[in-house]
């Protein structure tokens, strides 16, 4: 048998060094599934339940790698569903290819059943997208995506119309008209000039008062961040996705930032003289230090990153460690009392979430299970979050020791992402601990469905620890608190509350382990039985949807949006105000010892 479009394609993909797709099958890819089946298993196919699962482990599958993510679908429908994961990578710069089928050829053009113009549809979330016309096109095509993923950290879509796939393989011809690609590709040394380097130190030589902000660009440079901070005698605040750039036991790590943040991130923000960003993008500008009240220095990968959240002094175009290295002799040794400023201020940040999370409530208090959680994490632990208020409790409550690795769906901050980006973690490092924490909102969305995926994958993991967190609060939480905060509307009911389902049940029918908790005294425990169990958990905490989900810093007019919410007679006036009262009050308040 000659070998097909479809074999070489996988081929081509195996020499890239892919050994693992995330899809769902459908006849416009069946060429390609074929030839995977034949390939005897050189490439794993892990079957999700939705395309759009399968395009956020091919995210998450980047992010806890560092290697390419690839997902498959089929033609039509099965493609259009990977549009939201893939808008996830993008817009946090993970490489990522996507492969859909599509109709015949011979079809093309006559408003045949599924045909619909790929091309155009992944235009915008592609760095490069194509869709294939003959045989021997498929190679430089196939060549170019994948180092257009691997050099722009960027998005690949190839489109292979189904009888192509069929097709005998054919090698360009050595004529006009023919191109010849081939496969590899490094990433270069990234690093600034030198006398933009030596720039970059005059300012930061200058501060009295230095703040860092990391992000995911930073996750590679542990060493030399903590090392220019101590040279700097800075603190350092977190973005979410850098979450694990920085250990939570270094006493002026400041924490998150940002809506999601800490007060101590706030204060030193507030105060600082030079802010030195290192791989970050943090959107909300309003919590960096008001322009002109700080001089800046930035680091990043991307040049089009650069500048564009605070009007930087000094702008470096590299890879944080490397430029993190040149930069290291550069610095004076600051002392002073600026960091113990900050390391005081992060102390207490750490005692007022303490106090928050162990207030009462009805009948859990979301804080108390990360809070919870948090100390019981083993050293290798995996930790995913999806949006929503229970990315409030993952940025703020859960303390990270090095080793860990934490993530979730920044930039596009997309519900439903935690548990496909979980099941993506577990798959690349099966000998490790994952657990997600998860909104009942997203769990309803689609990630109940994806627990199948997870019955049926679990025994060939080498370490069973797979954990789900569910909140059940009966209500889309934290669009419920922005309503009230930031609109100064009441909760409405017809768009916020959801149906109570019992998750843990659901685990339990398809045969993984249910638990379910709805006392605050038994958290702990609830956490030490999910951990000690022999296959994958869900575990449902009934959880209070009254607990403010507060910023590190209410304003003036957050706070009469509140008001107004009040004035207008929110449906849970009486619980709200309690919440609210207890976490406000909560450093003064007696925490709840059972």
């Known amino acids: 048998m000659s070998k097909t479009v479809g074999?070489?394609?996988?081929?081509?993909?195996?020499?890239?060094?892919?050994?693992?797709?995330?899809?769902?099958?459908?006849?416009?890819?069946?060429?390609?599934?074929?030839?995977?089946?034949?390939?005897?298993?050189?490439?794993?196919?892990?079957?999700?339940?939705?395309?759009?699962?399968?395009?956020?482990?091919?995210?998450?599958?980047?992010?806890?790698?560092?290697?390419?993510?690839?997902?498959?679908?089929?033609?039509?429908?099965?493609?259009?569903?990977?549009?939201?994961?893939?808008?996830?990578?993008?817009?946090?710069?993970?490489?990522?290819?996507?492969?859909?089928?599509?109709?015949?050829?011979?079809?093309?053009?006559?408003?045949?059943?599924?045909?619909?113009?790929?091309?155009?549809?992944?235009?915008?979330?592609?760095?490069?997208?194509?869709e294939a016309a003959v045989p021997s096109q498929v190679r430089h095509l196939l060549d170019r995506a994948m180092r257009t993923v691997l050099g722009r950290n960027g998005i690949g879509v190839l489109v292979l119309p189904n009888d192509l796939q069929e097709?005998?393989?054919?090698?360009?011809?050595?004529?006009?008209?023919?191109?010849?690609?081939?496969?590899?590709?490094?990433?270069?040394?990234?690093?600034?000039?030198?006398?933009?380097?030596?720039?970059?130190?005059?300012v930061l030589n200058a501060g009295k008062k230095v703040a860092i902000l990391v992000g995911a660009g930073a996750l590679h440079a542990t060493d030399e961040v903590i090392a220019v901070a101590d040279r700097l005698h800075a603190g350092a605040a977190k973005a979410l996705l850098g979450k694990a750039a920085l250990p939570d036991d270094l006493p002026w790590v400041t924490g998150s930032i940002g809506i999601l943040g800490t007060k101590a991130s706030w204060d030193m923000m507030t105060h600082c003289d030079t802010l030195l960003m290192i791989g970050t993008g943090f959107p909300y500008a309003e919590f960096l230090p008001e322009e002109g009240k700080a001089r800046a220095v930035q680091i990043d990968i991307d040049p089009t990153m650069l500048g564009i959240r605070y009007p930087a002094e000094v702008n470096l175009h590299g890879d944080s460690a490397e430029t993190l290295r040149l930069l290291l002799p550069l610095l004076e040794q600051k002392d002073g009392d600026w960091r113990r400023h900050v390391e005081q201020q992060v102390k207490e940040s750490w005692e007022l979430l303490e106090n928050r999370a162990l207030q009462p409530a009805n009948p859990v208090n979301p804080q108390r299970v990360a809070w919870e959680l948090s100390p019981q994490l083993p050293a290798d632990a995996i930790v995913t979050s999806d949006s929503g208020s229970c990315a409030n409790w993952f940025a703020r409550d859960l303390r990270v020791r090095r080793g860990q690795m934490y993530s979730l769906s920044g930039g596009l901050a997309s519900m439903g992402a935690a548990v496909p980006y979980a099941i993506a973690a577990k798959f690349a490092h099966q000998d490790r601990p994952v657990i997600a924490l998860v909104g009942d909102g997203a769990m309803q969305m689609n990630n109940m469905a994806e627990l199948i995926t997870v019955a049926k994958y679990w025994r060939l993991w080498k370490d069973p620890r797979w954990i789900v967190c569910v909140f059940n609060n009966q209500d889309l939480n934290q669009v419920t608190w922005e309503q009230r905060v930031m609109e100064g509307n009441p909760k409405f009911e017809a768009t916020q509350q959801i149906p109570d389902v019992p998750y843990h049940r659901f685990a339990e029918l398809i045969g993984l382990k249910g638990i379910y908790?709805?006392?605050?005294?038994?958290?702990?425990?609830?956490?030490?039985?999910?951990?000690?169990?022999?296959?994958?958990?869900?575990?449902?905490?009934?959880?209070?949807?009254?607990?403010?989900?507060?910023?590190?810093?209410?304003?003036l007019e957050q706070a009469k949006a509140f008001m107004g919410a009040i004035v207008k007679g929110d449906p849970k006036e009486g619980s709200m105000l309690a919440g609210v009262a207890r976490q406000v009050l909560s450093s003064i308040l007696p925490k709840d010892k059972d």
């Not at 050595?174 to 000039?193: D, E, N």
């Not at 006392?519 to 403010?548: H, I, K, Y």
């Open 7 to 130: 074999d070489f394609f996988v081929e081509r993909l195996y020499e890239w060094g892919v050994r693992t797709i995330f899809g769902y099958p459908g006849d416009g890819i069946n060429g390609v599934l074929g030839a995977l089946q034949r390939a005897k298993h050189k490439i794993e196919f892990i079957q999700v339940r939705h395309e759009e699962m399968a395009a956020f482990m091919a995210s998450a599958h980047a992010k806890f790698t560092g290697q390419p993510g690839v997902c498959l679908s089929t033609g039509g429908p099965g493609a259009a569903h990977l549009v939201t994961g893939l808008y996830d990578a993008k817009l946090d710069h993970m490489p990522v290819l996507a492969i859909c089928g599509q109709a015949a050829q011979t079809a093309r053009g006559a408003h045949y059943q599924q045909e619909v113009n790929l091309d155009r549809m992944f235009q915008d979330v592609a760095d490069y997208v194509h």
């Open 517 to 555: 908790c709805d006392n605050p005294a038994e958290v702990a425990t609830a956490w030490r039985e999910a951990f000690a169990s022999d296959r994958p958990v869900v575990l449902e905490f009934r959880t209070d949807p009254e607990v403010p989900p507060l910023p590190s810093h209410i304003t």
């Open 167 to 202: 097709k005998p393989y054919e090698d360009p011809p050595r004529k006009h008209g023919s191109v010849f690609s081939g496969v590899g590709y490094s990433k270069p040394r990234i690093v600034p000039h030198d006398a933009d380097l030596r720039r970059a130190a005059e």
